[in-house]
């Protein structure tokens, strides 16, 4: 989406605050449980495995309590059960959002994230509401001082990427998720230097918002991630340089 390398700036910054309150090693712990339970413990033939292992290690998590989380997912250690959950609805300015959760109990989460969507004045909406609008994707961020556009596109494209542009000085890969370990193996083979790689859900279409609807949908956002079933947040809205500005982002 446009602007999303903006967006990734702020969910980096919201990362490292989770992090100095302990919740995001529980999140990532969750996230390694349920991809070992549901494609097995090997990284190297799981892929979603491996992108949790390496979340896991972008943010510091000690090795045994990774390999604990995989056992649990796998069974070879007790654990509590967790499911996935997605929730769907909109948020102030009409903003489309999706919320991805795992969760040990659904009858508890689903009336806590209705209760979030409503105190930002919006709306928890029903399945498909919204995610039809969103693909899955890999998406790369690289500071266009680190590299630059020629140089990207041979690395990223030979490696199956889709596409390379820049915005607002950064450079955006984007990949189908079936690419993504390819495209990011072939960056750090060349030391490009990625401010962030995730696979994310990108929007078809955006809403651009102004400073007083951004900071309502970046408060709910928040709250939906300090929320500790929630795993990721999605959301349409593109904000232009000026409103990022005044919002300190």
Not at 7 to 35: E, P, Q, T
Not at 144 to 173: N, P, Q, R
């Amino acid at each position: 989406m446009a602007g999303h390398s903006k967006w990734a700036n702020i969910k980096h910054k919201k990362a490292a605050n989770d992090n100095k309150r302990g919740k995001l090693w529980s999140k990532l712990a969750r996230n390694i449980i349920v991809a070992a339970k549901n494609g097995g413990g090997d990284p190297s033939a799981n892929l979603t495995l491996r992108y949790a292992i390496d979340k896991a290690k972008e943010a510091n998590m000690p090795n045994d309590t990774i390999d604990k989380a995989i056992k649990k997912g796998t069974g070879e250690l007790d654990g509590a059960e967790y499911v996935p959950a997605n929730y769907e609805g909109y948020g102030p300015g009409g903003v489309a959002v999706i919320v991805d959760a795992l969760t040990d109990n659904p009858n508890r989460t689903a009336p806590e994230i209705k209760k979030i969507f409503e105190r930002a004045n919006g709306n928890l909406g029903a399945p498909n509401c919204v995610s039809w609008n969103f693909a899955t994707k890999g998406v790369f961020t690289v500071d266009a001082g680190d590299s630059d556009e020629e140089t990207l596109m041979d690395i990223a494209v030979e490696a199956g990427a889709e596409d390379v542009k820049e915005v607002d000085g950064i450079f955006e890969i984007t990949c189908e998720v079936e690419s993504f370990s390819a495209v990011r193996d072939a960056l750090a083979a060349k030391e490009i230097k990625t401010q962030s790689a995730e696979i994310t859900k990108i929007p078809g279409t955006t809403v651009t918002v102004d400073a007083d609807t951004g900071a309502k949908i970046l408060r709910m956002i928040e709250a939906f991630e300090d929320h500790d079933d929630v795993q990721n947040v999605y959301a349409n809205f593109d904000m232009p340089e000026e409103v990022m500005a005044q919002l300190g982002g």
